[in-house]
């Protein structure tokens, strides 16, 4: 039972590191399970003190994960419009590749700004925005899945 759970929290683990790419799955919360999983077999125990504050990181990443390309939009000078377009290429973008998910958020925000009677300079000086917090947010993912990962494996081997 032990080597089952240890391999379903690296499983949870290295999938919630995918989840921070791909904004289908629930990255970082996933691996959290996994080191939650982990805590319960006998060969690794956590400190409260450890599972409290990555409990509380990665609430706060998958917070301003939500919030990050809003507000970078909106710095950038982008509207509602902008967001939705944003929100709307994520989406399709991850039916077109890695491209298409690097690319979706950008090209979204844009033509989402666009429909807006934006000109075509403010809309990509707003997708620029969008992309920026949405590149910012999957990079701050990465880290704490990395993180993760790195007390995971040290703490087995």
């Known amino acids: 039972m032990e080597i089952l759970l240890i391999i379903i929290a690296f499983i949870l683990i290295l999938i919630g590191i995918i989840g921070?790419?791909?904004?289908?799955?629930?990255?970082?919360?996933?691996?959290y399970i996994?080191?939650?999983v982990l805590h319960f077999t006998e060969k690794v125990q956590f400190s409260t003190q450890f599972l409290?504050?990555?409990?509380?990181?990665?609430i706060l990443v998958q917070i301003l994960d939500t919030i990050i390309p809003v507000i970078g939009t909106k710095k950038f000078?982008?509207?509602k419009r902008g967001i939705w377009g944003c929100a709307i290429g994520m989406v399709v973008g991850l039916f077109l590749g890695p491209w298409g998910i690097v690319l979706g958020p950008f090209a979204g925000a844009?033509?989402?700004?666009?429909?807006?009677?934006?000109?075509a300079?403010?809309?990509?000086?707003?997708?620029?925005?969008?992309f920026?917090?949405?590149?910012?947010?999957?990079?701050?993912?990465?880290?704490?899945?990395?993180?993760l990962?790195?007390?995971?494996?040290?703490?087995?081997?």
Not at 20 to 31: K, Q
Not at 121 to 130: C, P, V
Not at 132 to 147: A, D, E, H, P
Not at 149 to 157: K, P
Request: glycine fraction near 18%; aromatic fraction near 12%.
């Open 20 to 31: 921070s790419i791909l904004p289908v799955l629930p990255g970082i919360p996933l691996s």
């Open 77 to 79: 000078g982008g509207s």
């Open 132 to 147: 920026l917090g949405f590149v910012l947010g999957i990079v701050s993912k990465l880290i704490v899945g990395g993180f």
């Open 121 to 130: 300079q403010e809309a990509i000086k707003a997708g620029f925005g969008s």
């Open 149 to 157: 990962l790195y007390y995971a494996v040290v703490n087995i081997f």
């Open 52 to 58: 409290i504050f990555w409990a509380v990181v990665v």
């Open 110 to 119: 844009i033509i989402g700004e666009l429909t807006g009677g934006k000109q």
């Open 34 to 36: 996994g080191i939650l």
